[in-house]
């Protein structure tokens, strides 16, 4: 089984930066990438950042420059770290990982990210 958990969402200002964080535990695939998305009322879960087991990353327009995905594989951890926020990136934000061995893929339970103008 395989559990994610976000932590470090919260209501920041515009201009402001938080680091979101999602632990993972069970039999996650270290060897395969692990990604951040988001999704707001009403719409789709968007992809923001991906990055590999050797740490390559990629990332969605909106939140290139801005947003640093990084991973500690040791620690089964990756994190989200967000600069210059806007009241357009208010939005649950959600980590996926796979399952080792399958191509079962797994959610976290979401951490809520609110910036104010």
């Known amino acids: 089984q395989v559990q994610l958990v976000e932590s470090g969402g919260g209501l920041v200002q515009a201009g402001g930066s938080l680091r979101l964080s999602c632990k993972a535990s069970?039999?996650?695939?270290?060897?395969?990438?692990m990604y951040w998305y988001r999704q707001t009322p009403g719409k789709q879960r968007e992809l923001l950042a991906t990055i590999t087991s050797g740490g390559s990353t990629n990332y969605t327009d909106s939140v290139k420059g801005r947003f640093t995905i990084s991973r500690d594989n040791a620690k089964n951890t990756i994190y989200l770290q967000m600069n210059s926020l806007k009241p357009e990136d208010t939005a649950v934000y959600y980590c996926k990982a796979w399952r080792a061995g399958s191509n079962v893929g797994y959610w976290g339970q979401g951490t809520q990210v609110t910036v104010s103008s």
């Open positions: 069970g039999s996650i695939s270290i060897i395969r990438p």
